[in-house]
Nanobody, 115 residues
Framework: QVRLVESGGGSVQAGGSLRLSCVAS????????MAWYRQAPGNLREMVAV???????NYEESVKGRFTISRDNAKATVYLQMTSLKSEDTAVYYC?????????WGQGTQVTVSS
């Protein structure tokens, strides 16, 4: 069973930056299209950014130009660089496969943006 461990979250002021990491326990994830998801209180979990096996990316409209997803297959790790953070980015962030989350969800990493 592949395990996913997210980290890098924290509390920042609006306009700040954070870099999230998602480390997988097995390199098999390198074969998958991976995504970052987020879930704010009272909301459904939503996709934020996607990266395929050859580095092609796609983003949810509200984060375009502010977030950058990348991956390091040698480390079985997916990153999310977040800049110009807004209060509405506050959520727990998770990674998983895309379009269907096939792996057991990790614990996520909390991002809190204060205005």
């Amino acid at each position: 069973q592949v395990r996913l461990v997210e980290s890098g979250g924290g509390s920042v002021q609006a306009g700040g930056s954070l870099r999230l990491s998602c480390v997988a326990s097995e390199s098999i994830v390198n074969l998958y299209t991976m995504a970052w998801y987020r879930q704010a209180p009272g909301n459904l979990r939503e996709m934020v950014a996607v990266i395929n096996g050859i580095g092609g990316t796609n983003y949810e409209e509200s984060v375009k130009g502010r977030f950058t997803i990348s991956r390091d297959n040698a480390k079985a790790t997916v990153y999310l660089q977040m800049t110009s953070l807004k209060s509405e980015d506050t959520a727990v962030y998770y990674c998983n496969t895309f379009p269907a989350p096939k792996l057991e969800w990790g614990q996520g990493t909390q991002v809190t943006v204060s205005s």
